[in-house]
């Protein structure tokens, strides 16, 4: 592995590889020094397009823990906007010596030119690019399902698990990267969505779709059960809202108590963040002993240090 | 003078064998024995003639734009590519919108010299969409415009529309649509599909085009006007266009090369000179294109040469303009995917590629037969020198190639308009490209 651009490229195989590793890294996360010198001398950039404190943190702190050298970088703006292109801050950063750039940016594909375009030599990291992928908030949710819910499974991975992800996929970098990693895990994954925010040629992916979250609770015994965030300019927007008003997306896929209290007892509730409590989820949901969300939050800290350390500090000894 | 050219046994539509004796700017005979003294003397073994290429559909960006394409480096495009005739768009800047615009479009094609560049106009002022742009001083003006396009964007007015269909039966004009409801391609980036799916990337959903395609050839049939569909790219436009014409309406339609070669896979990888607009689509769509210039429901291939700098093509896609450069590449797309194919002729090529395109401009002495007494616009092709498509190696201004890397099947070996060689290849001593 050279990049991670997006988790459609990721064999069965790399993929527990990250997640075992990420579980290596946890561990290290308990001793009393928490800092590891494998990436001392690297220099990582965090190159963000856009905003997300969440997602740069969490890399950042990272790539701290591994002794890397860290380098925020807040591009404002990008070509769209005649600030500096791509291609020139790329460029800038290369002659600066960076060895990996985690990308974040509000354009489709920023990650894949970046890795692509013979600008860099380093590794990149897509940290989320416009509405196609965010690779590491998948695997930590891969992580994150199994360490509660291994016991479960009927294969070495996800099989026979059903994810249910619930909200806007049309938009969502989270459900795309998602239904890629846990199915070639292995995973049963059931896409819960109003045909307005399902894509165009979504009925050829590996997963079933559904139109209300009534209906995935009727029909499949979910294991988990993830929320996506609603943009709620997807509803008001200049252009033709995609769903009528926010009190009708609680209606059809907002999870409350009543739904919660539907789902087997060993399913779990996880949610990207940052969340609409009151909209896609109630606050009895998100702080019900079910919910998993802040454990989201670390464990997308160790999945990070995994892949930051398969990327960048070369032959894995296995 | 021009010196008197022979050209010896050249392949005319790839069907009889012949000699082309150009003198005068005309087609002096067809055998050599009656050619002038000192005439120059090519050997045509091998090459196939075709009444010079007529381009419908070309962005020369002169004025407004020269960093991308001027008149100049978009003409000596054209002749390298095989055209004596381009039709220039209207959406420069300022846009061809008057008379003045259009004459200075076609004033500056005749210094130039290398290729008849005949304007279009904008149907709207500015491109904008809401009023009728002075049609009447356009055609009236030294360019003659006759066929009006708001092209890159569409008139989706319906009411403008159909004005703009009656108005311009005046002076026999024609409207040329670019067929794509706005409020459907709000932000698209990519045809809609499996592949945009995948890709994250906003949707250009083929009913879109395919709607608009349909309410014009209703408004023309209502009004009794001409209308001609630009670039069509999907399957059912096809069959929409199809359905038009067996009703009698007088509807033409135009599909360009890249349609007819790549698909929607293109934009995996997220290299923006895949993009264009209409978008990619996929081999499905590709393959009723092909289908629709067989059956005649397409009427005229044009290139919608779009030249961009590379500042505007190497960012990310959603930041990337749309269009592809095509000028030089046409005929060889043409001759691998139909011609080489089986399913279209050389002489169906003429038609396509030439007189249709002539006869619907309304370009006067082009498009015309190989014949004795007719102009002297003359595509020579030898269809058996392949070589390989260098989008650096273009006498456009822009690199902006999608079939960088693709084999052509056949090369443009010279290009002459009313006697002149405005093109020659090195295979024949020229410059080359």
Known sequence: MKHLLSTADLSRDEALLILDTAAEMAK????????????????????????????????????????????????????????ESLKDTALTLEAMGSDGIVIRHSASGAAERLATSGWIKGSVINAGDGTHQHPTQALLDAYTIRHHLSDRTEGDAFEGLTVAIVGDVLHSRVARSNVDLLTSLGASVVL??????????AETWPARVVHTIDEALDSFDIDALMMLRIQLERMSGGSVAFFPSPAEYSRLLGLDAARLARLPSHAIIMHPGPMNRGLEISAEAADSPQSVIVEQVSNGVAVRMAVLYLLLAGEVES | MTKPIVITGVSLYGE???????????????????????????????????????????????????????????????AAGGYVAVHAMANTTPVADTAGVVEQVWRRGREVGLVDVFPLGAVTVGLGGERLAELGAMAQSLAHVRMFSDDGMCVSDPSLM????????????????????????????????????????????????????????????????????????????????RWGKSRGVKVTAEATPHHILLTDESARGYDARFKVNPPLRPE????????????????????????HPDEDKDGEWASSAFGMIGLETSLGVVQKTMVDTGRLTWRDVARLMSEAPARLCQFDGHGRPLAVGEPANVTLI???????VDPRGTASRSHNSPFGGIEMPGTVVATILRGTMTHIHEALGGAGK
Do not use: C
């Not at chain 2, 670019?178 to 932000?187: I, K, S």
């Not at chain 2, 429901?297 to 290139?303: A, E, H, L, R």
């Not at chain 2, 030898?382 to 390989?388: Q, S």
């Open chain 2, 16 to 78: 009889t064998t012949a000699d082309l004796v150009i003198a005068q700017g005309e087609i002096a005979s067809l055998s050599a024995s009656d050619a002038p003294s000192g005439a120059n003397k090519m050997d045509g073994s091998g090459l196939v003639a075709l009444p010079g290429l007529v381009d419908p559909h070309t962005h020369l960006r002169e004025p407004g734009r020269e960093d991308a394409e001027t008149i100049e480096t978009g003409s000596r495009s054209a």
């Open chain 2, 162 to 241: 159909r004005r703009a269909l009656e108005y311009v039966k005046t002076f026999d004009g024609i409207i040329a649509q670019h067929a794509q409801d706005p409020r459907l391609t709000e932000g698209s980036q990519m045809h809609e599909g499996v592949v945009s799916a995948s890709l994250g990337l906003a949707g250009w959903p083929a009913v879109a085009e395919e709607s608009i395609i349909a309410r014009d050839i209703l408004l023309a049939e209502h009004v009794d006007s001409r209308i001609h569909v630009l670039h069509l790219s999907t399957a059912r436009s096809v069959d929409i266009v």
């Open chain 1, 192 to 201: 819960v969505a109003s045909p307005t925010l399902v894509p165009i040629g």
């Open chain 1, 28 to 83: 290290t996360q308990e001793r009393e020094v928490r800092k590891l010198p494998t990436l001392r001398g690297k220099t990582v950039v965090n190159l963000f397009f856009e905003d997300s404190t969440r997602t740069r943190i969490s890399f950042e702190v990272a790539a701290k823990r591994l002794s890397a050298d860290v380098i925020n970088f807040s591009a404002r703006g990008s070509s769209v906007s005649k600030g």
């Open chain 2, 284 to 307: 499905s769509d590709v393959e009723a294109v092909r289908a629709g210039l067989v059956d005649g429901t397409i009427d005229v291939i044009g290139t919608d040469h779009a030249p």
């Open chain 2, 382 to 388: 030898d269809p058996k020198r392949p070589w390989i």
